[in-house]
């Protein structure tokens, strides 16, 4: 199968997924106890029967849930994902307003954890019994143990109050000045310790993964035909070994990219980093089903595209999959 | 001697740490090979043979192995305690090397054009298109058909025996001076390991580059080698010249691996009806005895055997055998 045939394929599985993902958010949030009408009425000081009645029947509440459903399916079809009461703004515009910062978050934290994850799982391979090794080990126990939120207050700590190097949240300075690359600077300083945060379970993970994957390959065959060549152990480490060690690495981290979008959501929280994890927070409060909903969906969505760039990678890197 | 040997090893100990105790793998391994030379080395699973190649390679797993007293030159150099940046020229270099298993020898993820163009680009000093050019043109020495397509495949995309052939064109791309081929049709079909035999064969008689052959195949050896050497529990018990050796075993081990044989012609005598065999297995290496490691599955035994081991000795110019019986015929 060419390339083209498998991605329109994953591309279909991806959008029935989709709309599986959607009926059931749906369902699940009109099922759950209180709505928005509860959620205005609270915010008004209480209301009666017929002002209650009155906004379910503006919102359509009152109308039948498969009806609800149909609507809100056909909607989204044209990526419309209704209006935020609590906003009073499209949630589309929301959420495209709050998505870049998740994103930045989720995809440098993940960098981060691959390369130095996979630089370190390589470290420790060369010297099973090494000290690196022993970090490693120590360090997956500590980034296993620890959860999310601690570990960022941990951090917070240690470099916001004793050693003030970090702004204590957010994500820029609130005084600007400068141009493109300024703005750019302050981002990456605002993004450091909650993007070390997010890493560091998924650091443990992939540098234990890799170590361990290393040291199945490196009894390989084709390992001690390489050092018979005359290559460098360095070589052939990270050329010949690492390649074929990267597959469970990949496999893992695509799997993973859903726990660390959740993870996002906590972190955002300790940090608070304006992105997506932030917003769905203050709609939950809020019973903003729309902008919830929608968040899911967004969500579900990137997950989705990760796990067909995940298997598009993983073709790329051996060549068995690309003909089986 | 005409010229003095391109490799040579000379008492050659390599000694392995187990949880049994130490494990004397090889013990007092004496060996040359001459340019233009095949040398075989022949013996039963586990009696050092493949450890033998290690050794001249450098590529002993240590821990737990380690070369413990001896010496290999190629050439004038000696490859024992050699700086590994020093040894790491030589490997694929001077000495080039096939191991067993053609179908996992070769890295899955990379094309076999890329493999064996690796190995040139790493020893001398050409261009990336230069290289690949080589690759193609030894593709074509080892007779693969459609070289250029065939360096764009990956090594799943291949049959053993087309692998095996990629083995060997990456081992004589640096035009090695030594080639050591450590059980190369092993792991291939009757009709392949033929096919191979005959490539090796007119590969040698091209290059001039010096073989170490390493196999169970008594009959490839018969029909290869210039000399040949018997192993047994990290010993040689037997060298010399393949057509004296076959016709005139002095070792009884190498009358039983003769006797194995099922058409081998060379010894007539030993050929009885039914296909022999040699009774019992290797012993564990950590437990040998005083006496001939042998002695236990020799149908030749004497007193002697079972309390003092025997060293090499000559029984007729260039034919050396290790056993008791064969030196007390003799004298």
Known sequence: MGLGQILAKRVGYGLVLLIAVLILNFTLITVAPGDVADSIAGDMGGADATVMAEIRERYGLDKP??????AYVSKVAFLDLGYSYFYNTPVTTLILEKLPATLLLVFSSQILAITVGTLLGVMAARKPNGFVSMCVTFLSLFGFAAPVFWSGILLIIAFVSIFPIFPVGGMSSAIMEGGFFA?????????????????????????????????????????????AKGLAENKVFYKHALKNSLGPLVTVAGLQFSAV???????????????????????????????????????????????????????????????S | MTAGPLLSVTDLVVDFKTRAGNARVLDHISLDVKEGEILGIVGESGCGKSMTALSIMGL???????????????????????????????????????????MTSLNPVFTVGEQIAE????????????????????????????????????????????????????????????????????????????QIFDLLQNLQDETGTAIVLITHDMGAIAELADTVAVMYAGKIVEKGKVDRVLSHPDHP????????????????????????????????????????????????VITKCRTDSPRLFETQPEHKAACWVAQKEMT
Request: hydrophobic share 45%; with cysteine; charged share 20%.
């Open chain 1, 65 to 70: 849930f498969l009806l609800q459903l149909w």
């Open chain 1, 183 to 227: 703005r750019a600077v302050d981002i990456a300083y605002h993004l450091f310790l909650p993007m070390v945060t997010l890493a560091s379970i998924y650091l443990a993970l992939y540098s234990r993964l890799t170590r361990a994957s290393m040291l199945e390959v490196l009894g390989s065959d084709y390992v001690r035909t390489a050092r």
């Open chain 2, 253 to 300: 081990y190498t009358k039983g691996l003769i006797a194995c044989v099922p058409h081998l012609s060379a010894n007539p005598a030993a050929i009885s009806e039914r296909l022999m065999e040699i009774p019992g297995v290797v012993p564990a290496l950590t437990d040998l005895g005083t006496g001939c490691a042998f002695a236990p599955r020799c149908s030749e």
């Open chain 1, 261 to 323: 979008m959740s993870g996002a959501v906590v972190v955002e929280a300790v940090f608070n980093w304006p992105g997506l994890g932030t917003l769905a927070l203050q709609s939950i409060l809020a019973r903003d089903t729309p902008t919830i909903m929608g968040i899911l969906f967004f969500s579900s969505f990137v997950v989705i595209i990760v796990n067909i760039v995940t298997d598009i990678v993983l073709r790329l890197i051996d060549p068995r999959i690309r003909s």
């Open chain 2, 60 to 102: 002993v797993p240590n821990p737990p192995g380690k070369i413990t007293s001896g010496s290999i030159k190629l050439g004038d150099q000696e490859l024992v305690d050699m700086d590994i940046e020093a040894l790491r020229k030589i490997r694929g270099k001077e000495i080039g090397m096939i191991f067993q298993e053609p």
């Open chain 2, 119 to 194: 190995s040139v680009r790493l020893h001398e000093n050409v261009g990336a298109k230069a290289a690949h050019a080589r690759a193609v043109e030894m593709l074509k020495a080892v007779e693969i058909p459609e070289p250029e397509a065939r360096a764009h495949a990956y090594p799943h995309q291949l049959s053993g025996g087309m692998r095996q052939r990629v083995m060997i064109a990456m081992a004589l791309s640096c035009r090695p001076r030594v080639l050591i081929a450590d059980e190369p049709t092993t792991a291939l079909d009757t009709t392949v390991q033929a």
